[in-house]
């Protein structure tokens, strides 16, 4: 059974600070991919990142970077320099490449940045 | 392109009533999937279309709920004698193929009194 875990339930930032949002996984299967998806007030999950179960190479996208460690089975993903517009829910799922390749979500974080 | 569309945006009924909540996945996507969201559950899934593949219908919480999809694109989901636990938002998602990213739509908003 695959399971992911955001410990952090809610985290609150000050404007231009640095935030990085945790996310721990668990699957047996050695063929996976993570997904990091944001969730603003208006519901829609938007899709951020995927990362496949072979490739540990970190990935940065403007403000936003993401380490992928299979030692320590976590994916977590930081914000530098934070703004406004980045307060929402950020969900961290996982899927992997046998039945139905549902995915599998934390339970997500809820990011406050204050102006 | 367009994305993931869903309708209503927000439904509310009475308990006992019958609901269908409709997704249009994106243009060519041969993936469709369908989750809830709820206070106390989480995100959780529900069923799954693959092409003409008959549908996995494993994450359905009871009979009352079931799911088609006409044409290998329009889906509806259709919640039976609705109950107040079914209150949640109901998350449509597509993808190229079942190995490919998922794109959400806007989700419906489900209340049931």
New interface residues.
């Given amino acids: 059974a695959q399971k992911v875990t955001q410990a952090q339930t809610e985290i609150s930032v000050v404007e231009k600070e640095d935030v990085t949002l945790d996310c721990v996984y668990e699957t047996r299967d050695t063929t996976y991919?993570l997904?990091w998806?944001k969730q603003p007030p208006?519901?829609?999950?938007?899709?951020l990142i995927?990362r496949n179960s072979f490739d540990e190479q970190n990935e940065i996208s403007g403000r936003y970077s993401w380490n992928f460690q299979k030692s320590t089975s976590s994916f977590n993903f930081t914000i530098t320099a934070s703004q406004v517009v980045d307060s929402a829910v950020y969900?961290c799922a996982l899927r992997t490449?046998f039945?139905?390749?549902?995915?599998?979500?934390?339970?997500?974080t809820r990011l406050t940045i204050i102006p | 392109g367009a994305g993931v569309s869903q309708s209503p945006s927000n439904k509310v009924t009475e308990k006992g009533k019958d609901v269908e909540l409709r997704c249009d996945p994106i243009s060519g996507h041969t993936a469709l999937?369908w989750?809830r969201q709820s206070l106390g559950q989480?995100?959780?899934?529900l069923i799954?279309f693959q092409g003409n593949s008959a549908p996995?219908k494993?994450?359905l919480p009871s009979d009352r709920f079931s799911a088609e999809r006409t044409g290998g694109s329009v889906s509806t989901l259709t919640i039976q004698r609705t109950q107040q636990e079914d209150s949640a938002?109901y998350?449509c998602?597509s993808c190229q193929g079942?190995?490919e990213?998922?794109?959400?739509?806007?989700?419906t908003?489900l209340l049931v009194l």
């Fill in positions: 991919y997904f998806y208006s519901g829609e999950l938007v899709f995927r969900f490449n039945g139905n390749e549902k995915l599998t979500f934390g339970t997500g | 999937y989750y989480g995100l959780e899934f799954y996995d494993s994450g938002v998350l998602a079942a190995r990213t998922q794109y959400f739509g806007p989700g908003r």
